[in-house]
């Protein structure tokens, strides 16, 4: 809220002092239209023909393949290690 203030900050220092201005266009709820991004040329077909998310996608299924077959090696070791 706009006005004058005081703040009281204890007994050895003085009170401090300041005013409050609220500028009236921050007020100002009309709607604005806004541009879009401005591309030329081939970048949009880049960023739509090859997403930036695949490979990390396919990455990763790799090393969760990879651990699977790992891991069901192991087991099937020891399951033959026990029999024995």
């Known amino acids: 809220m706009p006005g004058h203030y005081t703040v009281e900050r ?15 266009a921050e007020s100002d709820t009309t709607l604005h239209t806004v541009a879009g991004p401005r591309i030329e040329g081939d970048e949009v077909m880049a960023a739509a023909r090859y997403p930036r998310w695949r490979p990390l996608v396919l990455l990763v299924a790799l090393l969760l393949l990879i651990e699977s077959v790992l ?9 033959q290690t026990r029999a024995r």
Request: charge should be neutral; charged fraction near 40%; glycine fraction near 4%.
């Open 71 to 79: 891991r069901w090696r192991s087991t099937s070791r020891r399951e």
């Open 10 to 24: 204890g007994e050895d220092e003085p009170p401090l002092r300041f005013a409050v201005q609220v500028d009236p």
